[in-house]
């Protein structure tokens, strides 16, 4: 029976040394980049920083402020203020998403409520997003008002003491409107006006919300998971080594990626000479 090689045997017993001795640091990878690293999907949406999914996602892998809950599993709703809404997309190198109510609102029955943003997270971009006033109870009897009536929308039910008015915020006939209305409501709506519905489908279609949270973009490119520490309330990148400010150190990722092929490769020699016990060499 051929003996095993002096040289492959040393070979052998120094891997499994290194594998017995080697610091329990030097093969850790930190729990934050472990746990924030698994994939996290609402129906067909990615759902990653700054957004974490109730009940679903550790809070540390999202931002403050930014927890969404997956109704049914499927489809992701963002909380509100002036209610929910359904997040129909993420764009998340532009930092907004396109969302829509999740329950429509009946402009004609005035069940729709003033949006409200809270101001240290969204806000609308106008290049993206307009918003509509939705002036209701609107008397247009009087000849000053007859001109108004370009803006009135068709409610059942309504009459020319009774009307509904839609104008966008930066229509300059607002103000003048506004003195011969009660009620005024603010909406948002995107500047697609495809699809036809009038002003209740534009207000359906949804529009383009912004966010603002620390940039993921620097972690992300440097190897990292984003997240946050409530501990010292800072946003964190986190590394395969511990979590840094900003990104992972070119370093720490060469360091943990070294470590990681040392260890295949002392496994991989202990199992080929568990299979070959005869001492053929491999090359």
């Known amino acids: 029976m051929n003996?095993?090689?002096s040289f492959t045997l040393t070979l052998t017993l120094f891997s499994l040394l290194s594998l017995l001795f080697l610091p329990r640091t030097a093969l850790a990878v930190d729990e934050n980049f472990t746990i924030c690293s698994v994939p996290r999907y609402c129906g067909k949406l990615n759902i990653k920083f700054p957004f974490f999914i109730e009940e679903q996602t550790e809070p540390r892998c999202g931002y403050?402020?930014?927890?969404?809950?997956c109704r049914n599993k499927t489809i992701p709703i963002l909380s509100l203020p002036d209610g929910n809404y359904t997040i129909n997309d993420i764009f998340y190198q532009t930092?907004?998403?396109?969302?829509?109510k999740a329950e429509r609102d009946a402009v004609c029955s005035h069940s729709i409520r003033n949006i409200s943003l809270p101001e240290d997270r969204y806000y609308l971009d106008a290049r993206t997003s307009r918003e509509m006033v939705l002036l209701f109870s609107c008397n247009l009897t009087s000849q000053w008002s007859w001109e108004l009536s370009k803006y009135?929308?068709?409610?059942?039910?309504?009459?020319?003491?009774?009307s509904t008015l839609a104008l966008f915020k930066d229509d300059p006939e607002l103000n003048f409107a506004s003195?011969?209305?009660?009620?005024?409501?603010?909406a948002a709506v995107g500047f697609d006006h495809r699809g036809g519905g009038g002003v209740e489908g534009l207000l359906n279609r949804g529009f383009v919300l912004n966010w603002t949270a620390s940039n993921c973009s620097v972690c992300e490119g440097s190897g990292g998971w984003c997240g946050f520490d409530y501990k010292s309330y800072h946003f964190k990148c986190f590394c395969p080594d511990r979590p840094h400010a900003a990104r992972c150190s070119p370093a720490a990722i060469s360091f943990v990626s070294k470590r990681t092929t040392e260890i295949t490769r002392s496994s991989l020699t202990v199992k080929r000479h568990r299979l070959n016990p005869?001492?053929?060499?491999?090359v």
């Open 3 to 5: 003996q095993i090689p």
């Open 278 to 282: 005869e001492g053929d060499s491999y």
């Open 179 to 186: 003195g011969f209305c009660g009620e005024r409501v603010g």
């Open 152 to 162: 009135k929308i068709d409610c059942a039910g309504e009459s020319e003491s009774n």
């Open 64 to 69: 403050p402020g930014f927890k969404i809950h």
């Open 95 to 100: 930092q907004s998403l396109h969302v829509s």
